[in-house]
């Protein structure tokens, strides 16, 4: 059964950094890419990144391109993504999600995801 767990959320000042993890049961990174998204209050469900499978490469969106960086631990089965620069426009439920396909597909929509966690909450304030 497919399931993905997200943590490490929080408040941070802006300009700060942080780091989201996705944990995943049920199948192998070696197998399934898994894409970042995140919702802010009032808009719709934003894709940020995705990780193949293949070859661990990755995709962004231009709102984060450069600022933030999709990585994976095949050992762990987890999926991370660092988050640096971080401004209030940030602020979101971040998720992580799966269409159990090996390959990112562009763009990163959430349309096309089928597997998602529950979220986990990034507050950037002063």
């Known amino acids: 059964q497919v399931h993905l767990v997200e943590s490490g959320g929080g408040l941070v000042q802006p300009g700060g950094s942080l780091r989201v993890s996705c944990t995943i049961s049920g199948f192998s990174l070696d197998s399934y890419a898994v894409g970042w998204f995140r919702q802010a209050p009032g808009k719709g469900r934003e894709g940020l990144s995705c990780i193949s499978a293949s070859d661990g490469s990755a995709g962004y969106a231009d709102s984060v391109r450069g600022r933030f960086t999709i990585s994976r631990d095949t050992t762990n089965n987890s999926v991370h993504l660092q988050m640096n620069s971080l401004n209030p426009e940030d602020t979101a439920v971040y998720y992580c999600?799966?269409?159990?396909?090996?390959?990112?597909?562009?763009?990163?929509?959430?349309?096309?995801?089928?597997?998602w966690g529950q979220g986990t909450q990034v507050t950037v304030s002063s």
């Open positions: 999600a799966t269409d159990l396909k090996s390959s990112c597909r562009r763009p990163i929509a959430a349309a096309f995801y089928d597997y």
